[in-house]
């Protein structure tokens, strides 16, 4: 029988995963459970990364880690437990699904829209590399890294879900309009992994538009692609389309070792009382079912739920007012009194299993991921990042005095807005300026060319970081400069 990691979690956590594993149990689910020591319990003890060696070990060993919430411990410095998981094993893809859940009323269920949303989202990279800095006391960064190899990972799941699940349409949500470059590579790469799936109708979507266009027409979205901030947003979002976050099941997806989980937290305040709703585990739960190819179960348990809900059966966090509310424990019992019968809404068909995913095997080392280069590369200039409190005119007196033979000073800018050579008056500036050297004629120059640039320009300044302007072959590396 295929053993899998559970993890109970903290707060509500061991509470609803009790319920869950007792419903599996009922359905007779052909699964072995080893618990292991992960969650902020674990961190209190002193394991920084909020996990036992052993909980590691025997997770990366059985491959599947069904875990329930997990607090985030407060205070500087200190990750969370759920992002160091999901990064540890690198689950790139964070699946989420939304639908119509009759016995839940929303706005949507009332005017009779059915909603049967999935949305992945880049689950690894983004600002949730948490790569910050100050640069000045006024001036706070962070880096935002989108890569191709990661976003054709995330995308190219994606696309083989959507085509799996028979999906109509598969939309990439993104802010490509403004960040030309980053947002720019992820939809570049959605559309190149469209052109291998003919068969599914492919879009594009700016991410504002896409959530009002969510909260006014979600019926008309299928599958979802957002970066990861994007999509942290846009799946919150969806889960208040179908009830809140008690009916938003996650699946964090990696080649290796995937992570199922509910999307809420420890609800702090409901602790201990027995009265949480167990469902979006639940549902998380059937999710890892299905990925394991227990497709039967699946069902039987998907069933069930949708029977009990459309039942009226309901713990305090949704459902009918008028009629008591049940607490966690008596919520599963009801799902399992319920199993073998259908649902009037909705049934899932009992399919027979697919062969168990193949046993995982354990990697040796990093894989390095990355495309090939295709164009000629050259530096061609450099941005420098430099903390001044002075006028632009007065910084770009000083930086022409430094440009050498091989550089041109072509633009500075203050947040982004170009404030010389010409710029408005109404710009407010801060202490810190980027400033934009190009070589001559757009000839190749060396990075010890940059750096004596670098050190003739922190006579009068200082420079707080630089980033090289690249070129590939005929295209430019870097943005251009609002008003540039
Ligand atoms: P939360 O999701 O724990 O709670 C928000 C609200 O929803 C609360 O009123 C809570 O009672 C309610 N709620 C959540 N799950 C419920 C359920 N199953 N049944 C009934 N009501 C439910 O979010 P919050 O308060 O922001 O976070 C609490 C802790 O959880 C924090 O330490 C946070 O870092 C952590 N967290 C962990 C996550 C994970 O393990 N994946 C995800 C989100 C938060």
Redesign the pocket.
């Known amino acids: 029988m295929k053993k899998i990691a559970v993890a109970k ?1 903290d ?2 956590g061991p509470e ?1 995963m009790d319920a869950v594993l007792k419903i599996f149990e009922a359905a007779k689910v052909p699964l072995q459970y080893e618990v292991v020591e992960m969650g ?1 319990w674990v961190f209190d003890k002193g394991y920084s990364n909020g996990m036992t060696p052993e909980a590691q070990q025997t997770i990366e060993d059985l491959g599947i880690l069904f ?6 411990p407060k205070g500087k410095g200190v990750k ?3 992002v160091t998981a999901r990064k540890t094993w690198n689950t790139y893809a964070n699946k989420r699904t939304f639908q119509t859940l009759h016995g839940v009323e929303t706005v949507f269920s009332k005017a009779g829209i059915p909603i049967d949303l999935t949305i992945v989202r880049e689950n690894i990279e983004d600002t949730y590399g948490g790569i910050e800095h100050m640069l000045t006391h006024d001036v706070a960064l962070s880096r935002r890294f989108i890569t191709r190899p990661g976003s054709m990972q995330v995308i190219k799941y994606a696309f083989e879900m959507a085509k799996k699940k028979g999906a109509r349409r598969i939309t990439c949500g993104h802010k490509a309009n403004i960040m030309k470059i980053t947002d720019g590579l992820f939809l570049e790469v959605f559309y190149e992994v469209a052109k291998d799936y003919p068969e599914l109708k492919a879009d594009d979507v700016i991410v504002d538009d896409l959530c009002m266009k969510l909260v006014s027409r979600p019926h008309e979205f299928d599958v979802v692609v957002l970066t990861n901030l994007q999509g942290d947003i846009v799946s919150d979002l969806c889960a208040g389309l179908v009830g ?3 009916f938003a099941p996650s699946a964090n997806i990696g080649d290796h070792i995937s992570i199922f ?10 602790t201990g009382k027995n ?7 639940l549902l998380s739960g059937v999710g890892m079912l299905r990925h394991l190819g227990l497709m039967t179960a699946a069902a039987n348990i998907e069933n069930a739920l949708l029977y009990t809900l459309e039942s009226g059966v309901h ?3 949704f459902g009918d007012k008028s009629t008591p509310s049940v607490n966690t424990t008596d919520f599963a019992e009801a799902i399992i009194k319920n199993l073998g019968k259908l649902p009037d809404h909705n049934p899932r068909p009992v399919i027979p299993d697919l062969p168990m995913t193949p046993t995982h095997f354990k990697l040796e080392q990093n894989p390095l991921i990355m495309t090939q280069e295709k164009e000629e590369e050259k530096i061609v200039g450099v941005d420098l990042f430099i903390e001044s409190a002075e006028q632009p005119n007065a910084v770009a007196d000083k930086l022409l005095q430094h440009t050498g033979d091989l550089f041109k000073l072509v633009t500075i800018s203050n947040r982004g807005t170009q404030v010389w050579p010409k710029g408005s008056v109404y710009t407010n500036l801060i202490n810190q300026y980027r400033c934009r050297f190009e070589s001559i004629g757009e000839e190749p120059v060396t990075q010890i060319d940059i750096m004596e640039l670098y050190k003739r320009s922190m006579k009068d300044f200082k420079v707080c970081s630089l980033e090289l302007l690249n070129m590939w072959g005929d295209k430019k590396a870097y943005s251009l400069a609002q008003g540039q």
């Open positions: 979690g707060g509500i609803i902020k875990k329930g919430p997990m607090e985030t969370s437990v759920n809140g976050l008690g989980e509910a999307v809420h937290g420890t609800a702090p305040d409901i009265i949480a709703n167990p469902t979006a585990l713990t305090g966090d």
